[in-house]
């Protein structure tokens, strides 16, 4: 009779370790979902600074064009100017 409680207290014993290990594995894999949400909103964040980022270039270039051909215009202005002796 002992043999066949010494087995069933080490069946428990092994239920409990794999109820921990389960216990620990459900908590690990909680906090990884929380993480995989938390990358997602960081690339959603920085897919929209990139789009932001390429708007800014776009209009940085924009705006460099524009002054060339400001700077142009004046330095053509400046040379009708020079031409009329004044």
């Given amino acids: 009779m002992t043999t066949e ?17 389960i216990n620990k594995l459900t908590a690990e894999n909680e906090k990884l979902k929380q993480q995989i949400k938390d ?3 960081e690339k959603k ?3 929209e600074l990139a789009k932001r980022a390429g708007k800014l270039d776009e209009d940085l270039k924009r705006y460099e064009n524009e002054r060339d051909l400001v700077r142009g215009k004046v330095e053509a ?3 009708q100017i020079d031409k009329l002796g004044i």
């Avoid at 409680?5 to 921990?20: A, N």
């Fill in 39 to 41: 990358l997602r909103v």
């Fill in 77 to 79: 202005i400046i040379t």
């Fill in 5 to 21: 409680l010494d087995r069933m207290k080490i069946l428990e014993g092994k239920i409990s370790h794999v109820i921990e290990y």
């Fill in 45 to 47: 964040d920085t897919e």
